[in-house]
């Protein structure tokens, strides 16, 4: 199988690109934004143009913009200045796993005051209240949960 030369100049297999794309895809999100990154992780120098990627991976400006949007929003990518240059360049965030996490844990807090708020509009004892009571719980718990894990994987990784 051939390997392409990561960031590092170790040896990844070929289709790790594919293998992120299709993660995202599997979650929902475009294959672009999978795409994206696993380009910006594999850059050599650490960032490319707009340009750059649009040619590497074949896309517009358009749908590229997009991509770039949800990966900015998760916190794993940020624009870059280049000297010299006037084009938008963009890279990998320092520890852009862990800024994922920490955009994961908003939603999980506002889906928990969300289903807390429409709990005060549903009967007590009602298939929607425990519904609702479970949804809450829930997503209280992952948005304490986020920081913690977070913490724990700083403080092991040290």
């Known amino acids: 199988m051939p390997n392409a030369r990561g960031a590092s100049g170790a040896s990844l297999p070929s289709d790790f690109?594919?293998?992120i794309a299709e993660l995202f895809e599997a979650h929902g999100w475009p294959r672009l934004v999978g795409r994206v990154l696993a380009e910006l992780m594999l850059a050599e120098p650490p960032f490319l143009s707009t340009v750059q990627l649009c040619?590497?991976?074949g896309t517009s400006k358009g749908h590229l913009s997009s991509a770039i949007t949800v990966l900015k929003a998760m916190g794993m990518i940020e624009r870059y200045g280049v000297a010299g240059s006037r084009r938008h360049h963009y890279r990998l965030t320092p520890d852009a796993f862990v800024r994922a996490m920490h955009a994961a844990a908003r939603p999980s807090r506002t889906?928990?005051?969300l289903a807390d708020q429409a709990l005060g509009d549903v009967p007590a004892g009602s298939r929607t209240h425990d519904e609702l009571t479970r949804m809450r719980d829930f997503?209280?718990?992952l948005a304490q949960r986020f920081p913690e894990l977070v913490a724990e994987f700083e403080a092991q990784s040290r």
Do not use: V
């Open 17 to 19: 690109p594919d293998s």
């Open 139 to 141: 997503y209280r718990f």
């Open 55 to 57: 040619d590497r991976l």
């Open 111 to 113: 889906l928990a005051e």
